[in-house]
Each structure stands twice: as C-alpha cells, then as structure tokens.
C-alpha cells in the first residue's frame, strides 16, 4: 500500500490565518457579519429559544467528538440518513460546565425538550429525534461557510501562503464528505463564541438583536468602502470596526440586503422583527437594554444604530472569538490541501 507523504511547505497554520483575516478585514467584514448572523436565526428559528439548540448542538458536538477518538467518519448523507442521532451520555452537572448557564436554567431547558419529543430517554440511551422539531439541516449554512473560506483562501493565495486554488463547490463538497469532522470543528467554533455573547450581553436574543443591527450596519459600511476606496486601499480590523461603529455615512444609506428590501442607515424595531423572527415587542425590550448600556443610540430618524462604546467592549471579545475562527479555516484549509 503507498503511503502519501505530506508536503509541510504547502499547509498553514493558525497565525498565518488569522493576522490575514485581521489585516485585509475590509474584504471580510461583511461577509462574516452576515455568516454569524445567518447562523444565529437558523439557531433560533427551531425552538423559538437560543438556549434549547444550544444544548442539541453541544450535545451533537460531544457526540462527534467520540465519533472522532473511535475514527468514525460520517458523511453528510449519512450523518443524516436517520430521524434519531443516540448521543453520548451527559449530565446536568457537565452541560452547566460546558454552557456556564446556572443548573436550574439547563435543567428547565432540557426538561422542555424532554416534553417537545426533542430528547428521548430509551433505557439506558439518549436520542435526538429529528421529527420533533423545525430542524434545520445546515446545508445552506455550509455555503455561506465555504463561500467565505474562498476568500480566506484567495488572500492567502496572493500572499503565497497557499498554493491550491479552490472554489466554493469544491469546499462545499469536501465538508460534506468529512461531515462528523468538519461540523465538530464547526461547533467549537460557533459555541464558545455564543457563550461569550452570552456572557457580554446578558442573554443571547439580546445579542441577536444588537447582532442584527450590526449586520445592517456592516452592509451599508462596506457599500461606502466601495464606492470611496477608488485607490484599493486595505482596511484593516481596527479601522474597519472603528469606523463601523461610528456610522457616519448617511449618504448611502439605501443598500439592499436581501430581495429588493431597501434599509436605511439605521434599522427599526419591526425591521429586526421580521428578520430574525423575534416578536416586536421583545425587540423593543432587548434594545432598552441595549441603548441603556450604550450599545446601542437612535438616529435622527428613530431607527437603532451602534455607538462607539462597542470599540472598548465588543473588540477585544472579537479578537478571542477569531482565534478560534483561524483555527478553523486552518484545518478545512488544510484538509483540502492533503486530500
């Protein structure tokens, strides 16, 4: 049998990544925005409540993690060929650690999924049962992904750090076919940083609020980048998130984020309604909290907007969170490199 040999000069490694996320940030600002964002309606448009997918995709994610100390690989078809995934064992106690939620929240939280169908307990197994809940296959989410892995990679392409030209089929494809390893990678990712968002804003539909707003804002920064930045030049993240928390660039402030739907500048409370699914009301709730907090000030026009605080706060949270994104885009990087 031959043994392939692999060529250390052509993988990256994690620093590599990162400070060139950091230093071209105005060509990824955008898009990560929204690949956050997007990600965080598909968490609450299952149950309605951030806090019970957190708990599946914890649970799903420590599952994978046995899948990969047995070496069991799963392909996205097979990973999904089955209504009911068993799941490792796990108690309250450990949840609570992993989560850093108080135990009467967990135990409340899986109890409900307990009485939804979700978790089944059969003798001594634990399933997930797929057909109890609006779940949501991430098939859409592996294209944002592997569209912003492309980027990622021609950037590094340009610097010479990465030789193998890719295409957002070709990192679709290779997620899907290592599945069970990709998506635990994926999940170590996404749920540190949730917790942190959790941590910072005191609970995660408050975070999906400020989140939204951010999203609107970043869209219509990177429009005024466009049409200024005549002489190409690099943006890097400080200076992208500085002048995306200031939000002076009012004069193109009609830029299409999805379908024809023209936003403003600032965002209303019925818009981040019936973007993320969230009721009115609790908007309004959670951006008292935010404007209280100085996240968040009304324009002019009493639409919401960032305020500068975010700089001294949101920053150096972000920076943490990106280590763990550079980790990841490292090991798909590489993966398709030696595959």
Known sequence: ??????????????????????????????????????????????????????????????????????????????????????????????????????????????????????????????????????????????????????????????????????????????????FSICWRWFYRMQIPMIIGYHDMFEDLTTFHVWGTVCMNQAFNYSSTLERQNSQNDVHNYIEYQRELFKGDYTKFNEEVIKGNRAVSNGVSAMSVSDMTGIPRATVIRKCKFLIKNDYLKLNEKKQYILTGFNVQRVLPYQKLIFKNKAKFIRKVLNLLTIS
Request: hydrophobic share 40%; glycine share 2%.
């Open 1 to 178: 049998m031959n043994i392939r040999q692999v060529d250390f000069s052509k993988v990256v490694n994690d620093d590599q990544v990162y400070d060139h996320m950091m230093a071209n940030y105005d060509q990824l600002g955008k898009d990560w925005i929204n690949h956050q964002w997007r990600w965080m309606n598909a968490v609450y448009r299952a149950f309605k409540d951030h806090y019970k997918y957190l708990i599946i995709i914890s649970l799903v994610e420590k599952t994978l993690q046995f899948y990969d100390q047995m070496n069991i690989k799963l392909s996205y078809d097979q990973f999904y060929s089955k209504n009911f995934l068993q799941i490792d064992k796990f108690s309250i106690s450990e949840l609570c650690e992993k989560l850093q939620l108080p135990k009467e929240t967990i135990r409340r939280k899986v109890l409900e999924l307990e009485v939804l169908g979700v978790l089944k307990r059969q003798k001594k197994q634990i399933i997930i049962d797929r057909r109890s809940f609006s779940f949501i296959k991430p098939k859409n989410q592996m294209k944002y992904t592997s569209n912003y892995i492309v980027k990622i990679s021609e950037i590094l392409n340009k610097e010479k750090l990465y030789s193998k030209k890719l295409e957002a089929k070709i990192i679709e494809n290779a997620l899907k076919k290592n």
